[in-house]
Nanobody, 129 residues
Framework: QVQLVESGGGLVQAGGSLRLSCAAS????????MAWFRQTPEKERVFVAA????????YYADSVKGRFSISRDDAKNTVYLQMNSLKVEDTAVYHC??????????????????????WGQGTQVTVSL
């Protein structure tokens, strides 16, 4: 498994921007996809965005398309989530996730939490009016 540490959350006004970071570390690991999910007290973990490692394909939830962007820096073993035009409904704890077992290669697993075996503790994003 790989260890994931998120950062960059905080309080921002609606319409503002934040950039989340997810730093990966561990002994000799291979990553096949990384993703961001978000969770509120009322909902289970919900898919936000994903990036496949080999092909570099990106996926987004409909609710964030055109506003959020997932990217990576291989030299820093870090994945980013750039969030623009933030809305109050984006308020959640954002979790970074990694697939080190190729689980996301099958079906729609890239969009579901079961496709990922490593998780960060999360970073709080709060969007105010």
């Amino acid at each position: 498994q790989v260890q994931l540490v998120e950062s960059g959350g905080g309080l921002v006004q609606a319409g503002g921007s934040l950039r989340l970071s997810c730093a990966a570390s561990g002994r000799s690991f291979s990553v096949y996809a990384m993703a961001w999910f978000r969770q509120t007290p009322e909902k289970e973990r919900v898919f936000v965005a994903a990036l496949t490692w080999t092909a570099g394909i990106t996926y987004y939830a409909d609710s964030v398309k055109g506003r959020f962007s997932i990217s990576r820096d291989d030299a820093k073993n870090t994945v980013y989530l750039q969030m623009n035009s933030l809305k109050v409904e984006d308020t959640a704890v954002y979790h970074c996730a990694a697939d080190t077992r190729k689980s996301t290669y099958y079906g729609d697993a890239v969009f579901d939490s079961y496709g990922y075996d490593s998780w960060g503790q999360g970073t709080q994003v709060t969007v105010s009016l």
